[in-house]
């Protein structure tokens, strides 16, 4: 969980008119032709001490034939009004000053700025049952119940076990 991923969801939504939704930790999903694809992600690597350097990837105005990977996505296929990048980028930075000064006011706790809030109510990863593929080869699979003040996905195992995650590669699984 980050302040990019609803800072970038909320400024794609009022710029290009498209229902963006977070999937854990930061990717950023819109529904093209009936389903949820990925059309961005979201990256943030420490620099030093004192330093992150953000990187924000949009799929902006790709055609279907022009994906990258099965699953993807972009604006123009998800029915966006605006796929000007000029807008959209001064949008996605509006909005990510406004987070971080939210974030840093309350000295960077995540539910005093209503980060955590913010993240959970656009993530469409809560309530379903996931498969979380973890780093070494081991997999769990549950129902994403919570994401937590450090950031992790909790998961409720078939075990009735609440395990948070950390890292991991998040499958949405369909309901039968």
């Known amino acids: 969980m980050s302040l990019r991923a609803p800072a970038a969801a909320v400024a794609l939504a009022r710029v290009a008119g498209t229902d963006t939704l977070l999937k854990w930790p930061n990717d950023l999903l819109a529904e093209v032709g009936g389903e949820e694809r990925k059309i961005g992600g979201i990256l943030a ?5 004192r330093a992150v350097v953000l990187g924000i990837g949009l799929n902006v ?3 279907a034939e022009e994906l990258p990977v099965p699953g993807a ?4 296929l998800a ?3 605006a796929t000007d990048r000029d807008p959209l980028l001064r949008a996605v930075l509006r909005e990510l000053d ?6 840093n006011s309350a000295e960077g706790d995540p539910t005093e700025s209503m980060l955590l809030e913010a993240y959970a109510a656009g993530c469409a990863t809560l309530g379903r049952t996931v498969r979380v593929e973890l780093p070494g080869g081991e997999q769990l699979t549950g129902e994403a119940v919570a994401v937590d003040g450090d950031g992790r996905l909790v998961l409720a195992t078939p075990d009735a ?9 998040i499958i949405h699984l369909r309901t039968a």
């Open 45 to 49: 690597e420490r620099a030093g001490d």
């Open 61 to 63: 105005s790709l055609h």
């Open 73 to 76: 996505g972009s604006l123009a």
């Open 79 to 81: 029915g966006a009004r």
């Open 98 to 103: 406004d987070w971080y000064g939210r974030w």
């Open 161 to 169: 076990v609440q395990r948070p995650v950390a890292a991991g590669d």
